[in-house]
């Protein structure tokens, strides 16, 4: 049986002899204000120590899946529900789940790929969006959030290059570190990358070249070439690790930078 929670009394009573599960929610005892807490709930959970009704581990900030009704989990245990066919409700109470992060990640890049081809050809300009482009990027970034909230790491890395960028919505350095973090620490090398490059500049975090390298490792040792030659270079200028010319060039920075990078 589920964990116990809030439940409709007139739902139980109806259906209690049909061995009814007593966290059941009726919808119309759900409150908006209730849907409304995902990220309050979120952020509680990692204050709290709250545990992932699921698998009832402590709940991990980097892997957080937020439901529209505020209730958390680890987007792993939620990815294995899905597995097995647990797809259409929150465990929970019930509630109709959010398209799985895959498929909102996928119509998310349609819709900014849209816009982004508006731009590239001068019809639009990420400061100044048409209406038609806006509701385009408006729904990209609404799937993106949707999907970085139930841990997909791809979602995530894309806002951290929104928000890094500017692209569309003003650039915020906080933000972009957020987001780029969450996917970094679920091992995307290019966040990682990115993570690295914030410490480095000092941009919304204390300025660390020990922590810039340990990150450009992360991504080097999963062979993304940009982690590679600022570990190269941070070897060749001895910043936050020894100088080591031997180091510098066995983590590809020769080999990089032959291509022009």
Not at 72 to 99: D, I, M, W, Y
Not at 104 to 128: D, K, T, Y
Not at 225 to 245: D, I, P
Request: hydrophobic letters at 35%.
């Amino acid at each position: 049986m589920w964990p116990r929670g809030v439940f409709s009394r007139d739902c139980q009573r109806a259906h209690w002899k049909a061995s009814h599960k007593q966290c059941c929610v009726a919808k119309a005892d759900r409150s908006l204000q209730h849907s409304n807490q995902s990220k309050k709930a979120a952020s509680a959970a990692t204050v709290t120590g709250q545990e992932c009704s699921i698998c009832l581990n402590p709940l991990a900030e980097a892997s957080l899946c937020t439901f529209e009704c505020a209730h958390v989990f680890h987007a792993s245990c939620v990815k294995e529900l899905r597995q097995l066919g647990v797809k259409q409700t929150c465990p929970l109470c019930r509630t109709p789940l959010p398209p799985g992060p895959e498929k909102l990640h996928e119509e998310s890049c349609r819709r900014f790929f849209i816009v982004e081809q508006m731009v590239s050809r001068g019809r639009a300009s990420w400061s100044a969006l048409p209406p038609e482009a806006q509701v385009e990027y408006d729904a990209a970034l609404a799937g993106w959030k949707a999907a970085a909230e139930q841990g997909f790491e791809m979602a995530q890395h894309n806002l951290g290059c929104l928000y890094d960028n500017g692209r569309g919505v003003p650039r915020d350095d906080d933000e972009a570190l957020k987001w780029y973090k969450m996917a970094a620490r679920q091992g995307h090398p290019v966040s990682q990358v990115n993570l690295g490059a914030f410490m480095r500049e000092g941009r919304g975090v204390a300025q660390s070249d020990t922590k810039a390298v340990k990150w450009w490792q992360k991504a080097a040792a999963q062979g993304q070439g940009n982690g590679q030659v600022f570990l190269g270079n941070a070897y060749a200028n001895g910043r936050g690790v020894a100088q080591s010319f031997a180091e510098a060039g066995g983590s590809g920075t020769e080999r990089q930078l032959s291509k022009g990078m």
